[in-house]
């Protein structure tokens, strides 16, 4: 037994040694430093630092593929995860919260669906694999019509979305409880964030002041007082970096910037200080 997990160490430190990744500036503020090695990851579509192994990350692929997969910064495969006794038609953002994970099924590319979800599980070990039930399922229901959505973050007691569908070059931004009893909930409209192009993936700080949104044009950068997001009215952007890659679809915010996957597998760094987090008390 010995020996075998010798050899399981060894075979993983080879394995790791393959990914070793030369990161390169694409842009002005932009690096890429990584590029997503499992073949199976075909469309990240969201990105979520773990809280139980450093600088390791989860990622989903977009769709119904009811699988969490965890990484490294550079994109070498870690652990993946099944999430049982459920069926996701269209998972697009993922996000960390009160229990574990909250895997976001908002995707309504077609306008078809009446209803979406958000299912929390608990975050697994990244660097092993098997299957993991859903601890709670929130339906959601819409407002007014239906709309197409990507982003998805989680801040306190509350889960937020924030419409693709754009209007007047502007993108709604809408939450829902998680504390409260029960298991069907109206979406309620927030204000509207000032975009150029169509959000397809968001995060925000554990304070609140700050909220990223990725778009295939490049990176947004909203911030806030302590009062919150408003309940109406249009949020200007205090900084843009572009970068055009029409795959961009997930993003977080980290201690060097925000990092971003894309669906053609590579691994993006904004650097610019104001995605930076604080060394200390890195993520909520």
Not at 42 to 49: D, F, K, V, W
Not at 211 to 240: H, M, N, Q, R
Request: a negative charge; one cysteine or more.
């Amino acid at each position: 037994m010995r020996i075998h997990g010798m050899f399981v160490l060894l075979a993983s430190v080879v394995a790791f040694s393959q990914f070793t990744f030369a990161q390169e500036e694409v842009a002005p503020g932009v690096l890429k430093v990584g590029f997503i090695e499992n073949p199976v990851i075909t469309e990240s579509s969201g990105i979520i630092p773990s809280r139980k192994r450093r600088d390791t990350f989860w990622t989903h692929n977009d769709g119904g593929l009811d699988v969490v997969y965890a990484i490294s910064r550079e994109g070498a495969p870690l652990g993946e995860w099944k999430i049982k006794d459920v069926d996701l038609d269209n998972i697009e953002d993922i996000a960390t919260g009160p229990g574990g994970l909250y895997v976001a099924d908002i995707g309504n590319n077609t306008g078809e669906r009446n209803e979406v979800r958000v299912v929390r599980i608990p975050e697994p070990n990244p660097i092993r694999s098997g299957e993991v039930r859903p601890r709670r399922i929130w339906t959601l229901t819409y407002p007014d019509d239906a709309f197409d959505a990507e982003s998805f973050f989680i801040l306190k007691s509350r889960g937020y979305i924030l419409s693709r569908e754009l209007s007047n070059g502007e993108a709604r931004l809408y939450r829902f409880p998680l504390n409260k009893r029960g298991a069907t909930f109206e979406l309620e409209g927030l204000c509207k964030f000032n975009v150029d192009d169509e959000p397809r993936g968001a995060d925000v700080t554990a304070d609140g002041r700050r909220v990223a949104v990725i778009t295939s044009s490049g990176a947004y950068l909203f911030t806030f007082d302590k009062t919150g997001f408003p309940i109406d009215g249009i949020v200007e952007p205090t900084l843009f970096v572009p970068f055009s890659d029409n795959s961009m679809e997930g993003c977080t915010f980290t201690t060097e910037g925000l990092l971003v996957s894309s669906e053609g597998r590579n691994i993006y760094l904004f650097t610019d200080a104001a995605f930076q987090l604080p060394s200390k008390g890195r993520r909520r």
